[in-house]
């Protein structure tokens, strides 16, 4: 039982904190890319606004003499852009800016100048000569055969102007910027990982020392209640003889009857008190069940009960299903579901199904019943707890019942729910089948 309490306690930690981790890191990143995308973006707009092809032939006329002759003897000076009053050096008209801004410089800039023909006009690959010029034409041609004038080619962000006489594709190389980022992110990964792997081991060192006076109370009260329960067979055993005896000297006697029927419950709670002690605590020795016939068996065995209160049991078992588990404690947890359910059913009809899906078993009893408030719901396999606490001392329901099968359940390593829909009460019990 505390086992999983502490591993609850260890998720409620670990899990928002893991949650948190995520969620900022991501909008950390997200908010990242989308700056320096945009940072980009606004900077190989101006590039392309203000590049100037006759600056580029100039260019690369100093360093190519020869390659003049292929310049236009009819190139006009490129416009001035909207806006520039001549006091910004870094949108100066016919110069790209990256020799006068220093985000400029840091950055490098590609461009592929094409005439309407298709002709290269000219073609620049930056001082690093990362790609070549070949390797930029190529990729410009297959950019303007797509209809996106703008966005990213791998490390590349690119945009395609028009610039009247001739089409430009300039580009703008993010591999710095994405190495940078990577590191980042791979740095925040390992660091975050570490951080959390250590709140693990903190969180699971405090969860022992918290959950530990737990354990040790509940132990204890295990103990009692067994304890309790074993002490007390004697004298209720003795009260029933003398009872009994009297009854015979006496005759009918009202006093002597409500000592015997008091009697008879309190033999009945320290039976379910036993039967819980030994379904948490007592390691029940496991064989192979045929739990179809046990279910059958059990059914059979309340369908005589239903009829005199009234009321019909539709069964639908599936035939030749075998778990590994206890007989008894089976029976028992179909015999406490089946009580339950005629106990608190305010129908005529209770249906009960045994099935078999994939590798586990699936036990569910269902009977018409006014709703549960889910309040209350998640309580309803405490001990003691009763949904009606007006019915308290009534019949031989102590609240123990379902506190008992929730037990038997977990024993075969399985589990016990209970849902409420459309006025309809169903417990279901999933057990794993075992190879």
């Given at each position: 039982?505390?086992?999983?309490?502490?591993?609850?306690?260890?998720?409620?930690?670990?899990?928002?904190?893991?949650?948190?981790?995520?969620?900022?890191?991501?909008?950390?990143?997200?908010?990242?890319?989308?700056?320096?995308?945009?940072?980009?973006?606004?900077?190989?707009?101006?590039?392309?606004?203000?590049?100037?092809?006759?600056?580029?032939?100039?260019?690369?006329?100093?360093?190519?003499?020869?390659?003049r002759q292929d310049i236009p003897d009819n190139s006009e000076p490129e416009p001035v852009p909207d806006g520039w009053d001549g006091k910004d050096p870094g949108v100066r008209p016919g110069k790209p800016p990256i020799d006068d801004r220093p985000d400029y410089q840091l950055s490098t800039f590609y461009s592929v100048a094409l005439a309407d023909d298709g002709t290269v006009l000219a073609a620049d690959n930056g001082a690093k000569a990362v790609y070549s010029e070949e390797d930029l034409v190529e990729l410009a041609e297959g950019l303007l055969e797509g209809n996106r004038k703008s966005g990213r080619s791998g490390n590349l962000f690119y945009i395609i102007s028009d610039k009247g006489e001739y089409t430009l594709v300039a580009f703008l190389d993010n591999t710095v910027t994405e190495s940078s980022m990577n590191t980042l992110l791979r740095n925040v990964l390992l660091v975050g990982?570490?951080?959390?792997?250590?709140?693990?081991?903190?969180?699971?060192?405090?969860?022992?020392?918290?959950?530990?006076?737990?354990?040790?109370?509940?132990?204890?009260?295990?103990?009692?209640?067994?304890?309790?329960?074993?002490?007390?067979?004697?004298?209720?055993?003795?009260?029933?003889?003398?009872?009994?005896?009297?009854?015979?000297?006496?005759?009918?006697?009202?006093?002597?009857?409500?000592?015997?029927?008091?009697?008879?419950?309190?033999?009945?709670?320290?039976?379910?008190?036993?039967?819980?002690?030994?379904?948490?605590?007592?390691?029940?020795?496991?064989?192979?069940?045929?739990?179809?016939?046990?279910?059958?068996?059990?059914?059979?065995?309340?369908?005589?009960?239903?009829?005199?209160?009234?009321?019909?049991?539709?069964?639908?078992?599936?035939?030749?299903?075998?778990?590994?588990?206890?007989?008894?404690?089976?029976?028992?947890?179909?015999?406490?579901?089946?009580?339950?359910?005629?106990?608190?059913?305010?129908?005529?009809?209770?249906?009960?199904?045994?099935?078999?899906?994939?590798?586990?078993?699936?036990?569910?009893?269902?009977?018409?019943?006014?709703?549960?408030?889910?309040?209350?719901?998640?309580?309803?396999?405490?001990?003691?707890?009763?949904?009606?606490?007006?019915?308290?001392?009534?019949?031989?329901?102590?609240?123990?019942?379902?506190?008992?099968?929730?037990?038997?359940?977990?024993?075969?390593?399985?589990?016990?729910?209970?849902?409420?829909?459309?006025?309809?009460?169903?417990?279901?019990?999933?057990?794993?089948?075992?190879?």
């Amino acid at each position: 039982m505390f086992s999983k309490s502490r591993k609850k306690i260890i998720l409620s930690i670990m899990g928002p904190l893991i949650l948190l981790f995520v969620l900022t890191l991501s909008v950390i990143m997200l908010a990242s890319y989308q700056e320096i995308r945009q940072k980009n973006a606004d900077m190989l707009e101006r590039y392309a606004e203000l590049y100037s092809l006759e600056q580029q032939m100039g260019d690369q006329d100093a360093q190519k003499p020869d390659s003049r002759q292929d310049i236009p003897d009819n190139s006009e000076p490129e416009p001035v852009p909207d806006g520039w009053d001549g006091k910004d050096p870094g949108v100066r008209p016919g110069k790209p800016p990256i020799d006068d801004r220093p985000d400029y410089q840091l950055s490098t800039f590609y461009s592929v100048a094409l005439a309407d023909d298709g002709t290269v006009l000219a073609a620049d690959n930056g001082a690093k000569a990362v790609y070549s010029e070949e390797d930029l034409v190529e990729l410009a041609e297959g950019l303007l055969e797509g209809n996106r004038k703008s966005g990213r080619s791998g490390n590349l962000f690119y945009i395609i102007s028009d610039k009247g006489e001739y089409t430009l594709v300039a580009f703008l190389d993010n591999t710095v910027t994405e190495s940078s980022m990577n590191t980042l992110l791979r740095n925040v990964l390992l660091v975050g990982g570490a951080a959390i792997a250590a709140l693990f081991f903190i969180s699971l060192f405090l969860s022992k020392r918290i959950i530990r006076p737990l354990e040790e109370n509940d132990r204890q009260q295990k103990q009692f209640v067994s304890d309790a329960g074993h002490e007390l067979k004697t004298p209720i055993a003795v009260i029933s003889t003398n009872a009994e005896m009297l009854s015979r000297e006496l005759g009918g006697n009202e006093w002597l009857a409500n000592i015997r029927y008091e009697n008879e419950r309190m033999g009945g709670l320290v039976k379910q008190l036993l039967d819980l002690s030994r379904a948490e605590n007592t390691e029940t020795p496991m064989e192979k069940v045929n739990l179809s016939r046990t279910v059958t068996g059990e059914t059979l065995a309340f369908e005589s009960l239903a009829f005199d209160q009234g009321k019909m049991i539709e069964s639908d078992i599936e035939e030749g299903i075998f778990v590994t588990g206890s007989q008894a404690q089976l029976a028992q947890l179909t015999s406490i579901l089946l009580d339950n359910a005629l106990h608190h059913s305010t129908g005529r009809e209770i249906e009960i199904s045994l099935k078999l899906q994939s590798h586990t078993v699936l036990l569910s009893v269902v009977n018409k019943g006014d709703e549960i408030p889910p309040g209350k719901m998640e309580h309803l396999f405490d001990r003691f707890y009763r949904v009606d606490e007006a019915r308290n001392s009534e019949g031989q329901h102590y609240g123990l019942g379902l506190s008992i099968a929730k037990a038997a359940a977990e024993k075969h390593g399985g589990n016990i729910g209970v849902s409420c829909q459309n006025g309809k009460v169903r417990f279901t019990v999933s057990i794993p089948v075992k190879k």
